[in-house]
T-cell receptor, first 115, second 117 residues
Framework: DTGVSQNPRHKITKRGQNVTFRCDPI?????LYWYRQTLGQGPEFLTYFQNEAQLEKSRLLSDRFSAERPKGSFSTLEIQRTEQGDSAMYLC?????????????FGPGTRLTVL | AQSVAQPEDQVNVAEGNPLTVKCTYS??????LFWYVQYPNRGLQFLLKYITGDNLVKGSYGFEAEFNKSQTSFHLKKPSALVSDSALYFCAVRDDYSGAGSYQLTFGKGTKLSVIP
């Protein structure tokens, strides 16, 4: 399977704990995106990387959230001191920087439940 | 700012009948428009996109979409619905302005399509 992969697929944690998610993009893709999707809503943009550089962050990305892409390949999204409002599906997508019209391909998501 | 509206939370259609899922958008510049489909507990799967050119775009699984600039719409269509088309459909837009933030997609809330046997 050469698609976008995300791990874990499901995460249950207690309020106040830290969690980290991983995304492995399609191998030749140099752009990587994180979105959050809550029940009944469409995905909302969080942040994106071009290679290892984080070029854009949404106002949704509070200071408890941090994302990295250290070698321009996989990325991690960490949430510190989780709150119940963080419960959502976290989606990763990747695209290839060829033209500005590149298509984002999504992974299966990590579903976070904060108790 | 860019935005998307999907006016119908749910669309029901009989198997074999044509289906339409509606989408309207708002952008500052020219729109790049996308349709994605989501099956339960799964990520989003790309169906088709409009960038420029022909207003009728053909995509995966027999789906097509018609771009209408004057009505700022990008409705998804299929001539004959299948039960397996039942899923959640999302329209998304990106502005062609190449400044910061121009690569983020803005999604609608989604339309649940139910195809009845």
């Amino acid at each position: 399977d050469t698609g976008v992969s995300q791990n874990p697929r499901h995460k249950i944690t207690k309020r106040g704990q830290n969690v980290t998610f991983r995304c492995d993009p399609i191998s030749e893709h140099n752009r990587l995106y994180w979105y959050r999707q809550t029940l009944g809503q469409g995905p909302e943009f969080l942040t994106y990387f071009q290679n290892e550089a984080q070029l854009e962050k949404s106002r949704l990305l509070s200071d408890r959230f941090s994302a990295e892409r250290p070698k321009g390949s996989f990325s991690t999204l960490e949430i510190q001191r989780t709150e119940q409002g963080d419960s959502a599906m976290y989606l990763c997508a990747s695209s290839s920087h060829g033209q500005s019209t590149d298509t984002q391909y999504f992974g299966p998501g990590t579903r976070l439940t904060v108790l | 700012a860019q935005s998307v509206a999907q006016p119908e939370d749910q669309v029901n259609v009989a198997e074999g009948n044509p289906l339409t899922v509606k989408c309207t958008y708002s952008v500052s510049g020219n729109p790049y428009l996308f349709w994605y489909v989501q099956y339960p507990n799964r990520g989003l799967q790309f169906l088709l996109k409009y960038i420029t050119g022909d207003n009728l775009v053909k995509g995966s699984y027999g789906f097509e979409a018609e771009f209408n600039k004057s009505q700022t719409s990008f409705h998804l269509k299929k001539p004959s619905a299948l039960v397996s088309d039942s899923a959640l459909y999302f329209c998304a837009v990106r502005d062609d302005y190449s400044g910061a933030g121009s690569y983020q997609l803005t999604f609608g809330k989604g339309t649940k399509l139910s195809v009845i046997p």
